[in-house]
């Protein structure tokens, strides 16, 4: 399925997802360590590999736009938000946190009504 296209880079919503940081697959968060340190990236106490928050942003989030929008190990979680999870079924969780959403209450219910 096609889904419409949101305006996410650069975004005009103050980055609002980019807040709570992102799930990362082993080889995405292998990947952004590499490249980016490793402290980047963490574990949570439920083995859940995540993005680090400072400043109520992701750490990759830098002057309003993600540094690694344009790279292979972007995580698929980003990249599907807010239609899709990494796993590529619909996103489950609070959409509204993506600003275009917010906006246009409509696209909640297609985002709801949609399955990938």
């Known amino acids: ?54 400043g109520r942003r992701c750490v990759l989030l830098h002057d309003g736009a993600c540094t690694i929008h344009d790279k292979e190990y972007y995580p698929r979680q980003c990249r599907g938000f807010p239609w899709t999870d990494g796993d590529g079924a619909r996103y489950e969780y609070d959409v509204t946190i993506c600003g275009a959403l917010a906006a246009e209450p409509g696209l909640v219910e297609i985002q709801r009504a949609t399955t990938p």
């Not at 103050?14 to 992102?22: D, E, F, L, V």
């Not at 980016?36 to 928050?53: M, N, Q």
């Open 1 to 54: 399925m096609q889904f419409r296209p949101l305006p996410c880079y650069p975004c005009p919503h103050n980055a609002s997802c980019c807040a709570y940081g992102t799930t990362v697959s082993e080889e995405e968060g292998a990947a952004i360590a590499a490249n980016h340190g490793p402290d980047v990236v963490y574990r949570t106490r439920w083995g859940e590999l995540r993005t680090r928050v400072r």
